[in-house]
């Protein structure tokens, strides 16, 4: 049987290879006729080769995601444990071990209302009462831990006070009436902005790298502001400020 493979290029979205239906398969070449004499072969037309499909760029940490860094990992903030920085300004997500090597980055979808501050009581609200603009993921500083949401399902809760949980992209029909997994697999971060405030990531990422080293004691979450500035998110970066212009 000969199969096929499809790659989503740049991601780190896997999906099953499905087979190649028979009629899609390369056809066995026919014997050549031979010419008739006084007549010269043509040799056949070689087949176009298949666009290539262009690669979404590579994510890069932005400078505020390598200023956390350097702040994290030279004070020790996270605490031996494993940590992640979300970028909301360019919806990308970088996964450090407890020692702060980089260990993925993967493409994110956020709050649909660019803000920086949960609602006060919005946990307690039912899903349907949440307003556009309160659709905000909130810059901060949080130890995440797993735990249950409704419907028993497992999430990383990142903040369980205000309901901002990270968790991969639904597959409901709500979901693919939203275009996640399309908006996710976009080269651009401009079409991120789409939950009520939790971070969506990519379903592998989330089983296979994030939720085995999340699980136990936790680790931390540190989300980069989109409104205000960086350093009244982290204050601890106004010593690294000052430090760097005394250099």
């Known amino acids: 049987m000969i199969q096929g493979f499809l790659a989503l290029a740049g991601l780190a979205l896997l999906v099953p290879s499905p087979a190649v239906p028979l009629q899609d398969a390369k056809p066995k070449p026919a014997a050549a006729k031979k010419a008739p004499a006084g007549k010269s072969r043509r040799a056949p037309a070689k087949p176009k080769a298949a666009a290539a499909r262009p690669e979404a760029p590579r994510l890069q940490p932005s400078a505020e995601t390598l200023r956390v860094h350097d702040w994290v990992s030279a004070a020790g903030d996270n605490h031996g444990l494993p940590y992640l920085i979300v970028d909301k300004p360019h919806a990308a997500l970088f996964l450090f071990d407890p020692h702060g090597k980089q260990l993925a980055a993967v493409p994110v979808l956020i709050g649909i209302a660019p803000g920086d501050d949960a609602t006060p009581g919005i946990g307690a609200k039912q899903l349907s009462e949440i ?117």
């Open 131 to 247: 307003g556009p603009a309160e659709k905000t993921t909130p810059a901060g500083r949080y130890l995440a831990k797993f735990g249950l949401a409704v419907g028993k399902e497992r999430v990383l809760w990142v903040d369980y006070y205000t309901s901002v949980a990270l968790h991969p992209v639904p597959t409901g029909i709500a979901a693919r009436k939203e275009k996640r997994r399309e908006r996710l697999a976009s080269p651009t971060p401009d079409d991120n902005r789409i939950t009520f405030g939790c971070i969506n990531v990519p379903g592998t990422f989330y089983s296979r790298l994030l939720s085995p080293m999340y699980k136990g004691k936790g680790g931390y979450v540190y989300v980069l502001p989109d409104s205000k500035p960086i350093e009244d998110v982290f204050p601890a970066l106004h010593v690294q400020t000052v430090a760097a212009r005394a250099d």
